[in-house]
């Protein structure tokens, strides 16, 4: 057992957890405010949102059925490839600041010749900074206390995170309570700091990204 593996692993799916999300959901929302049609983009992105309404109990076995088959159990893969799906509320949070960012820009762009994927990283990505920011915490908090699939898919204790391993060693070995306590400290402080620090940027970000509380 060794504190700084799982610290490593954990920061490890924190910052695939984050990159995943934000490059994934902004691309998928990209087409959907940009490129097609409205009645298109409203059909694909309420899929999207339904799948929201599955939980995750019902997938659970048949994705690690899946994740076994690729040869991914017990390694980072079977811990990574799940963030490869985008996250639908992000999506729509995405597609919704797009929308508000003037076609102008985008005319101009086309205009001058610019290819989709330029226009949208030189347009949509600068001016996209306070919901970039928004989702980036939500996900980097969310990742942080996600447990279940880890326990799941990572058996070996030099792949546990922070959570699995306080929660295995806790039941199969023989630990004095004052270490776990401190380990449990160590699990909320990041939460705690990330909320404190940020907070204005939180502010800032749910003012710009048109959510009301």
Do not use: H
């Not at 159990?73 to 079977?78: E, F, L, S």
């Not at 797009?98 to 600068?126: Q, V, W």
């Not at 919901?131 to 996900?139: D, E, H, K, N, W």
């Amino acid at each position: 057992y060794s504190f700084f593996a799982f610290m490593y692993n954990t920061i490890l799916t924190l910052v695939a957890a984050v990159i995943c999300e934000v490059v994934l959901c902004s691309l998928t929302a990209y087409p959907l405010s940009k490129l097609l049609n409205k009645k298109v983009a409203d059909r694909v992105l309420l899929y999207f949102l339904a799948t929201l309404m599955i939980p995750f109990v019902c997938i659970m076995i048949p994705q690690l059925i899946m994740v076994k088959s690729w040869g991914m159990y017990n390694n980072y893969g079977g811990m990574l490839i799940t963030w490869l799906y985008p996250y639908p509320f992000y999506i729509y949070l995405f597609k919704g600041f797009f929308d508000r960012i003037p076609g102008a820009y985008f005319d101009a762009a086309r205009i001058d010749g610019s290819s989709e994927l330029n226009t949208f990283l030189k347009i949509c990505m600068p001016m996209s900074k306070p919901i970039i920011t928004l989702i980036a915490l939500q996900t980097l908090v969310g990742a942080w206390g996600d447990f279940f699939w880890y326990f799941l898919v990572a058996n070996k204790p030099n792949l546990w995170t922070l959570n699995v391993a306080i929660y295995t060693i806790s039941k199969t070995t023989q630990v004095r309570q004052n270490l776990m306590m401190g380990l449990s400290v160590v699990t909320v402080l990041p939460v705690l700091l990330v909320t404190a620090v940020f907070s204005k940027q939180i502010k800032a970000s749910i003012i710009s990204s048109g959510i009301k509380g």
